[in-house]
């Protein structure tokens, strides 16, 4: 792969690698970057993605999917069951994993029956679905993942958190697809039956990945036990991973945790988060992305409740907000090469929408 398309497609990860690097000439490498590393949240990120990989390449989500839509006869419930299942999905799968599953298939229902019109607000729609959906779990976005592991937090309190949001979210999500017409359309049918033994064997892997995830096993039996049997049922899983999103992770632990160490970096950051967690952590993340803006401002911060909440609100704002945006605007592109530009403009108008209100929102009820 020329080094260009690698840069181009995996920026966030190249910008991460640049953060680590001129920090480490700042603090230089010694005995105590070890420290940095959550061992925990990499290797259940590992796990999660890798099972995920497995049931993708069996069309699991895929005829999941494409069965739900077939029931459906019009654009309008058409187009909320596609964002309802993105918005499921990124709760159960991880909101990139959410998109980089769905989006395809948004395309393929809206291309093959005539409703090209409707693909950008879908697209924006599931996008957003997905950054918002997946903040009611700790699995649903990796920055959830993240902060739920270092601090600890009680699943029925993390839930109880999220809660608010996420239910506001998809009231509006619902209102925004409701100006959708009722056109009436044909859906193709739907995929052959899941292979069974397969389906059953990746689920209990999925199963064992969430246990892991909420601390009922020790995550080292997911390398284990998950690692040696998709590499005898699904070697493919293993190398699909996307380790470009776990090596984000690394160097973002290397960058914030050099970051703590400047005596500078910890009295502007100790100030901001004193002033208002839940408002800086929003603002942070339109500038540097919400899964680097929980690395860095967890070391400042035992506020979790309001930094929870702030990195998610957040995912959606900038394009560059969250790593699930930038998939979905890469996707957009490759269908729709000559709307760049239209998308960015309806893509920014529902994204600072909802950011508004969401923030609003919680700034009133807290």
């Known amino acids: 792969m020329p080094l260009y398309t690698f840069i181009r497609k995996n920026a966030v990860l190249v910008i991460a690698f640049l953060a680590a690097l001129a920090t480490a000439f700042i603090v230089p490498p010694d005995g105590k970057y ?18 995920v990989c497995a049931l993708k390449n069996i069309d699991f989500f895929y005829i999941l999917a494409q069965k ?4 459906f006869k019009n654009a309008r419930l058409c187009i909320i069951a596609l964002v309802y299942i ?46 918002l959906g997946g903040m009611l779990t700790p699995f649903g976005n990796p ?12 699943t029925g309190e993390f839930m109880k958190i999220m809660a608010p949001p996420f239910i506001i979210s998809i009231t509006i999500i619902t ?18 039956s899941f292979d069974k033994k397969h389906t059953a064997v990746y689920l209990l892997l999925f199963a064992l990945s969430i246990a892991i995830v909420f601390r009922t096993i020790p995550y080292i039996f997911g390398l284990i036990i ?5 590499w005898f049922m699904d070697r493919d899983a293993l190398k699909m991973v996307d ?37 800086f952590s929003i603002l942070s993340c339109q500038v540097i992305s919400n899964v680097p803006s929980a690395i860095l401002l967890s070391r400042f911060t035992e506020n979790y409740t309001d930094l929870l909440l702030g990195v998610n609100i957040g995912g959606v704002g900038t394009l560059i907000a969250s790593l699930a945006s930038l998939i979905t605007f890469r996707e957009y592109v490759k269908y729709n090469p000559k709307k760049v530009m239209y998308y960015i403009g309806m893509f920014s108008a529902f994204n600072f ?8 929102f919680e700034m009133v009820i807290h």
């Open 175 to 192: 209102i925004c697809c409701m100006f959708i017409k009722a056109e009436p359309l044909e859906i193709a049918d739907a995929e052959p």
């Open 226 to 230: 998950i690692v040696p049997v998709l």
């Open 34 to 51: 070890l420290e940095y590393f959550d061992f925990k949240t990499l290797t259940c990120l590992f796990c999660v993605l890798a099972v």
């Open 68 to 71: 739900i839509v077939h029931r």
């Open 143 to 154: 920055q959830n993942l993240y902060l739920y592991t270092k601090f600890n937090i009680p």
């Open 243 to 279: 380790y470009p999103l776990l090596f984000t992770f690394v160097f973002f632990f290397i960058f914030s945790g050099n970051m703590s160490r400047i005596g500078v970096v910890q009295e502007i950051l100790g100030f901001l988060l004193e002033k208002s967690t839940l408002l």
């Open 353 to 360: 929408g909802f950011l508004a209100f969401l923030t609003c």
């Open 86 to 131: 993105t918005f499921i999905g990124s709760m159960l799968i991880a909101n990139d994993m959410a998109l980089l599953t769905f989006l395809p298939l948004g395309y393929f229902v809206l291309s093959t029956t005539g409703k090209q019109k409707y693909m950008c607000f879908t697209f924006i729609m599931q996008n957003i679905a997905a950054n």
